[in-house]
């Protein structure tokens, strides 16, 4: 809930004495919460009159550093409980608590006699008195409140608000509309928790009201005016391309986006790696701007589809904006220049949206992709992004790479990296999917949490891979997309269909050392620890088919993967990069289906083997971190370990595979496993190895190898009789 949009509403200033203050708790979603925020009271005079003495000084330092931070000379006096609700504020970082008088002030300043709360917990009572926020808004003057006496669920407050409203606009009293509200929540029990599950709850108790005097709306018909100028509206309403599963998700996202264009810059450039829905929010983003009434119109220009020139965009967006008799009256006889000082005037003192995605595309020229602009294009492209720059007009921008080229007097540094979809949407996006082609009863089958897993939440990888599920089971789905597998993959040419396309469109942008030196990466699960490549690479030098790549380029070739959307910095580790979810896939696929008379099915077996010689080191380094008896030690292991942990599963499947040892890679993972207490993946891990066994020679197990089966035996039956699995213990 945003308490500034942007819009121009009027200032209330709400005078007092002092203000008095109690701590806040601030909202748990915030990572780094930063002291609370303040108002300094309005108090009639300019500056205070305090003056400064030097046996007063360590006096005067404290009252300074004190109404540095808190806004005021000295400590309120304390006038007892308030309520507080809790807005976004300005900035980004903590919520900005705005008291129940100042907003009831607010609300009665503007004749607004009703206030609906879906806030959770804004009718909750502490003690006997009348602690809640709603009463605390009554009693300051607001005729009927709205408030929620509980944690509220989402699914719930949508049935609530759409019946409340439903029977609002059919003529009801508002008291017999929130009883028909009630009765809705009391039927539909059902409320929709994390991963797709359905709950029951008895949530319609939660609805308070609060009353000070019975309220009546009433509604009328459209004039002949009003309706004429509602349809014309609906006619000129931005309608987004359909999506196959429909719009989930990306609640918090948009939040971010419309933060970083209200608050910071009107411009701003959605980057995201390929397939992971920045076409897709960019639309509905436009939608929804438009019917909430942020932006009067909206202007979507894709570079995938045409090479749209600085010209054509103005002829474009000047026709619609003045009406096809104003642009021939007076816009289509000026001069370039002139038309586009006009336009730019008129977008700057007005509130619409313009959208150019897939700038990708621009600057491949070298490349031969169709949609591309010559550079003497792309200044004029830039120099009218500048004159919106600072206006109410807000311009988005969609690309997989950072557009160096345009950024400077234009979104700057206003850059919204766009991740996969969070767990919850992920799990409904994938529900949807399994519907669609019939496979719901793979809905809590162990690989396909794998795969879900595995492809971090990325729409495009999760509609075509899920889609298997239709004729293949989830173990041969999952089996499929760990080897690069082809036959997973959507036949079509369009980089929004198939995920192939979809990475090779970025993959071929690449210089041929970036090429070569990515398919190293193959092996790679989700990430990639940076700091320990040079480790790598002197693992891959020893093998002969790698010995001429140019190591020495991996910071370039990083950075040149990252500008086309292949991998990410780890916002949560610095000194890790996630992989587009499907980049393995596709270099696996490419290093197994060799062209004729190539040799990249050598190159394979040099890679991998470069792989398990560095995670047998690497692995024995992070077991030696989770066994430290120094707390920190132990916690970077635990870090590494978790984000390691599928690398540290192909390593140890790799090398059980070429009939190698395996102890380094496994030792973390055991682990890691043991510190976690999660016993069923340690027995899952141990049968995994000792299924193994018998493919190794005997000389081989009357060795080194046969000492580090011997352990994981000892381990396999510690772990059974830990999990109680005595059946199991019997059988070793």
């Known amino acids: 809930m945003s308490k500034e949009r942007g819009l121009d509403a009027p200032t209330i200033a709400v005078v007092r004495d002092y203000c008095d203050e109690i701590p806040l708790r601030p909202r748990p979603r915030i990572p780094k919460p930063g002291h609370r925020r303040r108002r300094a009271p309005l108090r009639g005079r300019a500056a205070p009159g305090n003056g400064f003495r030097p046996r007063r000084r360590e006096r005067r330092r404290r009252q300074l550093l004190f109404q540095a931070r808190y806004g005021r000379d000295d400590i309120a006096p304390y006038a007892g409980l308030k309520a507080f609700l809790a807005l976004e504020g300005e900035r980004e970082g903590p919520a900005d608590p ?18 609906i709360l879906n806030a959770c917990q804004s009718g909750k009572q502490v003690g006997a008195a009348e602690t809640s926020l709603g009463s605390r808004l009554m009693s300051a003057g607001v005729q009927m409140v709205l408030a929620m006496g509980y944690s509220v669920t989402v699914s719930a407050a949508v049935l609530l608000m759409t019946t409340l409203y439903e029977q609002l606009f059919a003529g ?11 009765l809705e929540l009391y039927n539909q029990k059902g409320r929709r928790a994390y991963f797709n599950q359905t709950v029951d709850l008895e949530d319609w108790l939660l609805p308070v009201v609060y009353q000070n005097r019975a309220q009546r709306l009433q509604t009328r018909a459209f004039t002949p005016e009003e309706s004429a100028a509602h349809y014309e509206r609906q006619a000129r309403r931005y309608r987004p391309p359909q999506v196959s599963y429909g719009f989930v998700g990306r609640d918090l996202d948009i939040l971010h986006v419309e933060r970083g264009v209200l608050a910071r810059r009107n411009l701003l450039l959605v980057r995201g790696m390929g397939g992971a829905g920045k076409t897709t929010l960019l639309h509905h983003l436009a939608a929804w701007w438009q019917t909430t009434g942020l932006v009067e119109h909206v202007w979507y220009f894709g570079y995938d589809e045409r090479a749209w020139s600085h010209q054509q965009i103005v002829t474009t967006v000047a026709r619609d904006l003045l009406g096809e008799a104003e642009y021939v009256r007076s816009f289509q006889s000026l001069s370039p220049a002139a038309q586009q000082a006009r336009l730019a005037e008129r977008l700057r003192a007005e509130r619409h949206l313009l959208i150019l995605d897939n700038l990708e595309s621009i600057t491949g020229a070298h490349l031969a992709i169709r949609n591309t602009l010559p550079e003497a294009e792309r200044e004029r492209l830039r120099e009218l992004l500048a004159e919106l720059a600072g206006g109410r007009t807000l311009v988005l921008l969609g690309s997989r790479g950072g557009e160096e080229w345009l950024a400077p007097s234009t979104f700057e540094e206003n850059v919204y990296d766009l991740p996969g979809l969070d767990p919850e949407a992920a799990s409904a996006l994938a529900d949807r999917i399994l519907e669609r082609h019939g496979a ?18 990325y729409p495009l990888p999760l509609e075509v891979v899920l889609a298997n599920l239709a004729r ?46 990515l398919a190293c990466l193959a092996p790679f699960t989700g990430v990639i620890y940076v700091g320990a490549l040079e480790q790598y690479s002197e693992r891959l030098r020893r093998q002969p088919a790698l010995a001429g790549l140019p190591f020495e380029r991996w910071p370039e070739v990083l950075e040149e993967a990252a500008n086309w959307g292949l991998l990410a910095p780890d916002p949560q580790a610095p000194d890790f990069v996630r992989l587009q979810p499907i980049l393995p896939y596709f270099l696996r696929a490419r290093l197994s289906s060799p062209p004729a008379g190539g040799t990249e099915g050598g190159l394979q077996r040099a890679i991998e083997a470069g792989f398990r010689e560095h995670y047998d080191s690497l692995g024995g380094a992070i077991a030696g971190l989770l066994t430290s008896r120094e707390a920190q030690e132990k916690q970077r292991g635990q870090v590494l370990a978790r984000l390691e942990y599928e690398n540290l599963v192909t390593a140890v ?14 030792s973390p993972l055991y682990e890691y496993l043991l510190m976690v207490q999660d016993g069923q993946r340690r027995l899952d891990l141990c049968q995994m190895v000792m299924a193994q066994q018998d493919h190794y020679t005997s000389q081989q197990l009357s060795g080194e190898i046969g000492v580090d089966f011997y352990l994981v035996l000892a381990r396999l039956a510690r772990t059974c009789l830990e999990i109680k699995e005595h059946e199991t213990a019997r059988e070793l």
């Open 440 to 457: 719901t009863r793979y809905r809590e089958d162990a690989d396909v949490q794998q795969i879900l897993k595995l492809l971090a939440g």
């Open 172 to 182: 009801q009293e508002l008291t017999a509309a929130i009883r028909r509200a009630r």
């Open 472 to 517: 293949q089971t989830p173990a041969e789905v999952l089996a499929a997309l760990q080897a690069g597998d082809e036959a997973i993959d959507m036949r079509s040419e369009k980089k929004t269909e198939s995920i192939l396309r979809c990475i090779e469109y970025s993959h071929a942008n690449l210089s041929p050392d970036a090429q070569r030196l």
């Open 653 to 666: 499947n790799l090398a059980l595979e070429a009939r190698e040892a395996f102890y380094g890679a496994y």
């Open 98 to 115: 705005v008291e129940a008088q100042e907003l009831a002030d607010l609300l009665i300043a503007h004749r607004i006699p009703i206030a």
